[in-house]
């Protein structure tokens, strides 16, 4: 419990975490920034690192610090498709027999069949629904790959997608990040970039729903 309040902390205090950390370290930050992303993408094991809430915040502090917007852009977006497409070989590799794996503390199988499911719905689509939908596009592409989706495909969806990802979600937060009225409501600004990135799938599912009548 001690470890999950000191990451909820983390989360609902990320302006002033990253802030800290881009002042302390200065050009170093892009590699933390790239790092982070690209483990949140590339590694089922580490679902809960911030995604949407980071790229957020990292668009606000490029819009008052030393941060590079447009460099910022190009090293997140190689980030999450590098990440995608490691998750992707490591489902390659594992195949199916990962879903007989036990739950351990590295490792939730419920989080893994929600992203089966979701990818059963969606094919090909759900790799690029799924960068908006925090847990769910971090084992997105690992299912991918153990369906064997075929490689072009594969990364069609996801360079498409991580583009969409970075620019959208970044430059909401370089162009807004900073408006008084979202700054010193932070915590609610992240709860709702949590509700908005399950809008897409919603609108998804009513859509299909809707072609079955």
Do not use: C
């Not at 998750?87 to 199988?109: C, D, E, M, Q, T």
């Not at 094919?123 to 629904?129: F, K, N, Q």
Request: net charge positive.
């Amino acid at each position: 419990m001690h470890y999950l309040a000191i990451f909820i902390d983390f989360i609902l205090h990320l302006d002033i975490h990253l802030a800290a950390l881009v002042t302390t370290m200065g050009n170093w930050s892009y590699a933390i920034l790239f790092l982070i992303i690209f483990v949140e993408t590339g590694l089922v094991i580490t679902p809960l690192l911030p995604g949407d809430s980071l790229l957020f915040v990292a668009g606000s502090l490029a819009s008052i610090s030393t941060l590079n917007v447009h460099f910022l852009l190009f090293s997140l977006i190689i980030a999450a498709i590098l990440g995608n497409t490691t998750n992707y070989a490591i489902g390659v590799w594992l195949g199916p027999k990962v879903f007989h794996f036990p739950k351990s503390r590295w490792f939730n199988p419920i989080y893994l069949q929600k992203a089966h499911l979701f990818y059963e719905k969606f094919g090909g689509r759900a790799i690029l629904l799924a960068r908006f939908i925090p847990i769910i596009r971090t084992f997105a592409p690992f299912v991918a790959g153990i369906a064997r989706m075929p490689w072009g495909r594969f990364q069609l969806f996801n360079v498409i997608g991580s583009l969409a990802w970075v620019v959208i979600i970044i430059y909401l937060g370089y162009f807004f990040g900073n408006v008084p009225a979202i700054k010193n409501n932070f915590s609610l600004v992240i709860i709702a970039i949590i509700i908005i990135s399950i809008i897409p799938p919603i609108i998804e599912f009513i859509n299909q729903k809707r072609k079955k009548y």
